[in-house]
């Protein structure tokens, strides 16, 4: 099976980066899309960035050219880097790996 975990949150000043990591078990990570949603608080889980099992890439409006999501099959790991951070960017991101999610990380931008 497929089990996302989620780490490299944390509080950073605005302008300020985080690297977000996602280790998935199981042997169909490298076929399966990979996708990071946020939920600020008291909201609906949005879209952030997505990407395909070949790497092709999807960001939100409003991350892209801050935000850039990876894969590396070989690891099954997946990654959000996300630089010039604003406080709007702040909530819980969650990795899910086709309909797999992980519990989230925490990011918290100060301003």
């Known amino acids: 099976q497929v089990q996302p975990v989620e780490s490299g949150g944390g509080m950073v000043q605005s302008g300020g980066s985080l690297t977000l990591s996602c280790v998935a078990s199981?042997?169909?990570?490298?076929?399966?899309?990979m996708d990071w949603y946020r939920q600020a608080p008291g909201n609906q889980y949005d879209l952030v960035a997505h990407?395909?099992?070949?790497?092709?890439?999807n960001y939100a409006d409003s991350v892209k050219g801050r935000f850039t999501i990876s894969r590396d099959n070989a690891k099954n790991t997946g990654y959000l880097q996300m630089n010039s951070l604003q406080p709007e960017d702040t909530g819980v991101y969650y990795c899910?790996?086709?309909?797999?999610w992980g519990k989230g990380t925490l990011v918290t931008v100060s301003s």
């Open positions: 199981g042997s169909t990570f490298s076929i399966l899309p």
């Open positions: 990407i395909t099992s070949a790497g092709a890439t």
């Open positions: 899910a790996i086709g309909v797999h």
